[in-house]
Structure formats: structure tokens, C-alpha cells
């Protein structure tokens, strides 16, 4: 079992900058990708941006370019780093991690970006 827990949403102005982080916990041998996607309202969850191993990232085109996920394995917490946010980019973001092929999730950190 593997468990996420996400923290640094908030509110921010269009322009700004927040850090997302999510501490990962419990079996993390084995581990294939992490990464972080979101669900704005009345929409499908889609990827934002992922880290596999090497430490080869992917990110949505929509993000490329502002975001910038990361890894820190001594404290094995992966972390999203959005700048020239969008309020567009208004969303619950949530974490995962797919190991063995299954898909943990954390609960979701709500980012809202407006003025």
C-alpha cells in the first residue's frame, strides 16, 4: 500500500506562483511513475505533469513550459512547481503514484487562481 497525502494549494492571483507538494508513504519499492493531475469543476481528471524512473518527465501541453514537477527521494516527496498561473488552471490537484500497476491517489489540494 502506498499513501499520499498533497499540501500547498490555496488562492492566488493570475501571474502568481504556488509549490505543490505531496509526502508519499508506506511500500515505495517498486515504484514506476509519479506525477500529478487535476479536475477542474465539470470536468475529467487529466495529467498535468509525471516523473518516471531516471527521471524522465512528461508534462501536458497546456502546462509545458510553467510547471515543473520534481522529485526529492530522502524525503520521498515529489513536488509540482506552478509559476504564470492561469485561471485556467483552477483545479483540485491530486497526486499518484502507480506502482506494480495500480494507481494510489492522494485526496486532492484545491488550487484557485483568480483577482
Known amino acids: 500500500q502506498v499513501q499520499l497525502v498533497e499540501s500547498g494549494g490555496g488562492l492566488v492571483q493570475p501571474g502568481g506562483s504556488l509549490r505543490l507538494s505531496c509526502a508519499v508513504s508506506g511500500s515505495l519499492f517498486s515504484i514506476d511513475a509519479m506525477g500529478w493531475y487535476r479536475q477542474a469543476p465539470g470536468k475529467e481528471r487529466e495529467l498535468v505533469a509525471v516523473?518516471?524512473?531516471?527521471?524522465?518527465?512528461s508534462y501536458a501541453d497546456s502546462v509545458k513550459g510553467r510547471f515543473t514537477i520534481s522529485r526529492e527521494n530522502a524525503k520521498n516527496t515529489v513536488y509540482l512547481q506552478m509559476n504564470t498561473l492561469k485561471p485556467e488552471d483552477t483545479a483540485v490537484y491530486y497526486c499518484n503514484v502507480f506502482r506494480l500497476s495500480v494507481n494510489y491517489w492522494g485526496k486532492g489540494t484545491l488550487v484557485t487562481v483568480s483577482s
Open positions: 516523473i518516471m524512473g531516471g527521471g524522465i518527465t
